[in-house]
């Protein structure tokens, strides 16, 4: 197979970043052997709301992460035998590998960890792969509204990111049945006393755009974890500012005819509007919240991430970068 071509001098701005970056036909010439264990029509099965992806998206750049993954799961299972000989520890059963799922508001952050779970849970050992996102940690409306952040809801502070880390912990330490809260896009809340239970999964995907933001540090200097501390692997979805834009606003042109005529939709009142007035109130939340939450939050954290999959205009994956290790 012939090597990737590393391009070093366009590595990074400074030539500073540990990363290797693909094209998107070098990188699918890694997909291997890999087989695409996924059908056209399951792939639309899997996909979000305008946010379009093709058999070619999955046999382009899924299959080789998926081929990668399962090379750095046995490895990482290869490391945790390893310190359990080094302990002279009894053998334990394996912890959950955790992948984090990071990027803007509209970058199709969900359809991404959709399509990476189903592929994952067809390697031939069958692994359980759960996904929790991390929306259900967002404080309820009633308490944001209490603390004046209804404008600031995705913004580090809107989250009760202590759960988030305890949730972490105990899938880290191997617990049985942790439970994690669920938020409804449909209602804008989380939705009191629902819950999704995670059970000692093989690997678990976290999706949402705080997951690898750093800790706020505490005056007090005890130490708290980063998000991002109990990942294995992470991935950013990265895409220019404008095609975000346009994709959040078409999105909501799309929802006005759809999930916004559900009597239960937050956004219930927006389902008569022209479509200039529509334009308006997301070009609204977009610059006002969405815009600002990436610039501020989002777009700092991409640096952190094992691999970046940077979207053209139309959804399609044009670069990859991998992390050095
Ligand atoms: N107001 C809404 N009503 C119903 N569904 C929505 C609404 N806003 C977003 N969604 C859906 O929620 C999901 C998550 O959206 P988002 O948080 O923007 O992440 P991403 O686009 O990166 O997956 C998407 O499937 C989207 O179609
Ligand atoms: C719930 C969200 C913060 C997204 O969270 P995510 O699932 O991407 O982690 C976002 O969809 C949101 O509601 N933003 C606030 C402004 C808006 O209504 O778009």
Redesign the pocket.
């Known amino acids: 197979m012939d090597q990737p071509n590393l391009m070093s001098a366009d590595e990074d701005d400074d030539g500073l970043l540990p990363y290797r970056i693909f094209s998107r036909d070098e990188w699918a010439r890694l997909r291997a052997d890999a087989p695409m264990t996924l059908t056209a029509d399951e792939v639309v099965q899997l996909q979000s709301l305008n946010d379009p992806i093709s058999l070619d998206e999955v046999a382009a750049i899924y299959l080789p992460l998926s081929r990668l993954l399962s090379l750095y799961v046995a490895a990482t299972q290869g490391l945790f035998k390893a310190t359990q000989r080094f302990l002279l520890a009894e053998q334990q059963e394996k912890v959950p590998y955790i992948i984090g799922v990071a990027g803007s ?1 509209a970058v199709g ?1 969900s359809t991404t960890a959709r399509v990476l779970k189903a592929l994952l849970a067809r390697w031939p050992n069958t692994p359980k792969v759960d996904l929790v ?3 259900g940690f ?1 404080l309820p409306n009633a308490e944001l509204t209490r603390l004046n952040l209804m404008e600031r ?2 913004f580090p502070e809107s989250y009760d990111t202590g759960k988030l880390l305890h949730f972490l912990a105990d899938i880290k330490a191997g617990k049985r049945n942790v439970k994690a809260p669920l ?1 409804s ?1 449909l209602v ?1 809340d989380v939705v009191p006393g629902e819950e999704t239970t995670v059970d000692r999964p093989d690997i678990l995907i976290v ?4 997951v690898l933001q750093p800790a706020r540090m505490p005056k007090d200097g005890t130490a708290i974890p980063f998000v991002s501390d109990f990942f294995d692997f992470s991935v950013y979805i990265d895409a220019d500012e404008e095609d975000l834009h346009r994709w959040y606003v078409n999105r909501f042109l799309r929802l006005r005819h759809t999930a916004f005529r559900d009597p239960l939709s937050y956004f219930r009142r927006y389902a008569e509007l022209s479509e200039s007035e529509a334009i308006t109130i997301a070009d609204g ?1 977009w610059s006002r ?2 815009l600002v939450n990436l610039q501020e939050n989002i777009v700092p954290t991409r640096q952190r991430a094992s691999l970046i999959l940077k979207k053209g205009p139309s959804h399609r994956i044009e670069t990859v970068a991998l992390r050095r290790l």
């Open positions: 508001v952050k996102t991390t929306d967002l809801k995705g938020y896009h804008y999706e949402g755009l705080n939340l919240i969405n």
